[in-house]
């Protein structure tokens, strides 16, 4: 069983900076992202990272505002979250999966998820 535990959640005013961190107990999980759900909304795919080659996938309203990044020796990934936006309040998840998949920010592509963390961005 794989385990991920996500940190980092907190309130910002717009404008304002978080980083989350997940980390998981098992080594070699080769897909890790980040999801994010908003009240009454689907949860949708936020970027996505690979172990191997290192690549990374944003949703389009993240690109240029937020980074995936991960420490392989820490088995950790993170999400560097900058400019933020009101319209980025959301619970976010990290996953993961084993070996490479089709779409990285296809949730379905995902079969271990953490419990969450709280970002609130005021305005």
């Known amino acids: 069983q794989v385990q991920l535990v996500e940190s980092g959640g907190g309130s910002v005013q717009a404008g304002g900076s978080l980083r989350l961190s997940c980390a998981a107990s098992r080594y070699g999980l080769e897909l890790m992202g980040w999801f994010r759900q908003a009240p009454g909304k689907e949860r949708e795919g936020v970027a996505g990272?690979?172990?191997?080659?290192?690549?990374?996938y944003y949703a389009d309203s993240v690109k240029g505002r937020f980074t995936i990044s991960r420490d392989n020796a820490k088995n950790t990934v993170y999400l560097q979250m900058n400019s933020l936006k009101p319209e980025d309040t959301a619970m976010y998840y990290c996953?993961?999966?084993?070996?490479?998949?089709?779409?990285?920010?296809?949730?379905?592509?995902?079969?271990?998820w953490g419990q969450g963390t709280q970002v609130t961005v005021s305005s």
């Open positions: 990272i690979y172990t191997t080659g290192g690549s990374t």
């Open positions: 996953a993961a999966n084993w070996g490479h998949h089709f779409a990285p920010l296809d949730r379905n592509q995902y079969i271990y």
